[in-house]
């Protein structure tokens, strides 16, 4: 284990290192640990890592160590599935080069004002951070030029695959120089991103962060045995006796998430939904009053809520058990961020039952029983 690199080991600028600080953030987590020197070094990496473990710094160092600040090219290109992430890792990136004179950098977005995005393009980022669909337009209509960029990132691959932009992706590698340094960061490795490695990134190093129960220390997690029809009083039960405030409710489904926010709401519990048919307005500001505490409860799909990053979130029911095992993973990592612990439940009924021992197999977590 490289347990011992320090961000002074890493050979980072005085800059870096002071927003670092300014941050609080004092250890490198074991993905940056990995792929910072290799991408320092201009190393192409394919990164299989759990989502909560530190990647946006991972890629988002390399990259203002090494931006020329005078040149008027975009430099690197950072795509991710979804708007949200591309406005957090545009806000991460901006305090990390806190103290970088001269750093811009963009987003260009669905869902907002192309008018407004071209003017800041036209003010010269060096780094764009983005969606595919709304990148590619913007190439198209020759309002963007990547064609210089020295580094993309392809963040949460394996979800940018699920929302179908495969074929985005591949025109973006066409767009871009054939020397270019790639990052991938993917949760999970399906075939169809083993194809893009090989087809785009045959030089590449491979880094594995293997999720494990390890990577939650911070976690307790609980198994909470109810029929289906008492999840929910089962949940305000519990938020009762835990004294739990800021949480959020998972479901596999958009029906399901209205269903039970409006029962939360009808109980009493100040409560708010959020799945992918919801527009991007109030998708934003949702999220704002979240972090705002404007509000107790997020009643969430996995889309939606997949690398939301706030930080003071004490616990995660999952009202639904998740249909993949590494969701339950991906789920439980939105609690207990940023050096906190957090509570994960997950109401198992009957019928759930198969799916969450299989979860337990897989993830090897060990969760506890919960008596209400
Ligand atoms: P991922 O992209 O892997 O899901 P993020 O990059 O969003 O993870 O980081 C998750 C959280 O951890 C963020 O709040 C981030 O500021 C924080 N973080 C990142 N690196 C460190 C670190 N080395 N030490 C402590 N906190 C960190
Ligand atoms: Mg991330």
């Known amino acids: 284990m490289s347990e011992e690199i320090t961000f002074a080991d890493l050979d980072l600028s005085p800059e870096v290192m002071d927003s670092l600080k300014k941050m609080g953030v004092k250890r490198p987590t074991t993905i940056q640990q990995k792929a910072i020197p290799l991408m320092m070094d201009n190393i192409s990496v394919i990164a299989k890592a759990p989502t909560g473990t530190g990647k946006t710094f991972a890629f988002g160092i390399p990259i203002l160590e090494y931006l020329n600040l005078d040149s008027k090219f975009v430099q690197a290109l950072i795509l991710c599935p979804t708007r ?32 407004l995005q071209t003017e800041r393009v036209q003010k010269n980022p060096q780094v764009i951070v983005a969606t595919p669909g709304r990148l590619i337009d913007m190439v198209g209509r020759k309002l963007v030029d990547i064609s210089q960029i020295y580094t993309l990132v392809l963040d949460e691959a394996d979800e940018m695959l699920k929302m179908g932009f495969i074929n985005d992706i591949r025109k973006v590698m066409a767009l871009t120089p054939k020397d270019k340094q790639i990052a991938l960061f993917s949760a999970t490795m399906p075939r169809e991103i083993q194809n893009i490695t ?12 293997m999720p494990k129960a390890e990577d939650h220390p911070d976690i307790d997690q609980y198994i909470v045995e109810c029929p289906e029809k008492d999840k929910l009083s089962a949940i305000i039960r519990i938020m009762a006796k835990e004294d739990l405030r800021k949480t959020i409710v998972f479901c596999n489904t958009k029906n399901t998430t209205s269903k039970v926010g409006e029962m939360l709401t009808h109980a009493g519990v100040s409560a708010r939904v959020l799945h992918g048919d919801i527009g991007q307005g109030t998708r934003n500001k949702v999220m704002d009053q979240y972090r705002a505490d404007k509000f107790d409860v997020l009643v969430a ?15 995660i029911f999952n009202y639904d058990i998740p249909k993949e095992n590494e969701l339950y993973l991906h789920r439980i990592g939105r609690t207990a961020r940023a050096g906190k612990s957090g509570k994960a439940f997950s109401l198992v009924a009957y019928l759930d039952r198969p799916r969450m021992e299989e979860i337990i197999r897989y993830t090897k977590t060990d969760p506890k029983p919960y008596e209400i």
């Not at 090989?198 to 962060?209: K, P």
């Open 198 to 209: 090989w087809e785009f990134m045959s030089d590449a190093a491979e880094i594995d962060v």
């Open 301 to 315: 799909t996995d889309v939606v809520a997949r690398g939301i990053d706030v930080d003071d979130i004490e616990a």
């Open 84 to 115: 949200e992430l591309a406005l957090q890792i545009t806000t991460e990136l901006k305090s990390l080069a806190k103290y970088i004179k001269g750093f811009r950098v963009t987003a260009l977005i669905g869902g907002q004002s192309m008018r």
